[in-house]
């Protein structure tokens, strides 16, 4: 899971889904039937994300593997035709995802007795660790993908650091001021000219959150 977590860091914007990550390893040893059903949702969370993000209307109960394919179709890529290939195999590692979950999952519906202490046994311990590197692989390639091929509108121009107050306050408030010698510099203003891209990944996922805030706040 660390390439997973890689990512995140680069892409601060998907952190919320740390959250499952934890549990897939809290769970990976002792109930892979639970560390299976975390990876599902996982996988379709950042579909469902991606498809929200191009305003691509998604139906409710709809399968992983449909999921998938709507993720994939909302990249514009030159290279359609590989691209549909490559979200037809990644997709069918979806599908598999959900039939897995099926047969060894107990959240869904209720299971005997039996069946619930024999569940992790329905698959052995190569499958597993094939089923969650798979499924780390495909959520890194979505989000990376989705990263370099968003919406125009999520695409933030130059920033120019005096003119993000509101952003470098919040920085500075949360990571104080950093001390050389005799010389003292703001978190934020060490942050953009030593690491720009680190500085406006932040500020998307500062932005975001403002404007989630507000939208909570008219509802």
């Not at 007795?113 to 052995?124: E, G, S, V, Y």
Request: glycine content about 4%.
């Amino acid at each position: 899971m660390d390439k997973l977590r890689q990512v995140i860091e680069e892409y601060p914007r998907w952190q919320d889904l740390t959250v499952y990550i934890d549990r897939i390893e809290l769970f990976i040893e002792s109930d892979f039937s639970s560390a299976q059903e975390n990876a599902k949702a996982l996988l379709e969370s950042i579909a469902q994300e991606i498809c929200k993000q191009f305003t691509i209307e998604v139906e409710k109960n709809i399968s992983i593997n449909k999921l998938l394919g709507k993720a994939f179709n909302c990249f514009d890529n030159p290279n359609k035709d590989i691209l549909r290939k490559m979200s037809g195999s990644l997709a069918t590692i979806g599908e598999q995802l959900g039939n897995i979950r099926n047969d060894i999952g107990i959240t869904a519906h209720g299971k005997d007795l039996a069946t619930i202490q024999a569940r992790n046994d329905n698959i052995d311990k190569t499958e597993q660790e094939f089923l969650i590197s798979s499924t780390v692989t495909v959520c890194v390639f979505l989000i990376r993908y989705h990263e370099r091929h968003k919406p125009a509108s999520e695409t933030i121009a130059s920033l120019e650091y005096d003119q993000q107050q509101d952003f470098n306050d919040y920085l500075d408030s949360k990571y104080g001021f950093i001390e050389m010698g005799d010389y003292t510099y703001t978190a934020s203003e060490v942050l953009y000219y030593v690491d720009y891209e680190a500085y406006k990944n932040e500020y998307i996922s500062f932005d975001n959150a403002q404007i989630e805030l507000n939208e909570d706040m008219k509802d």
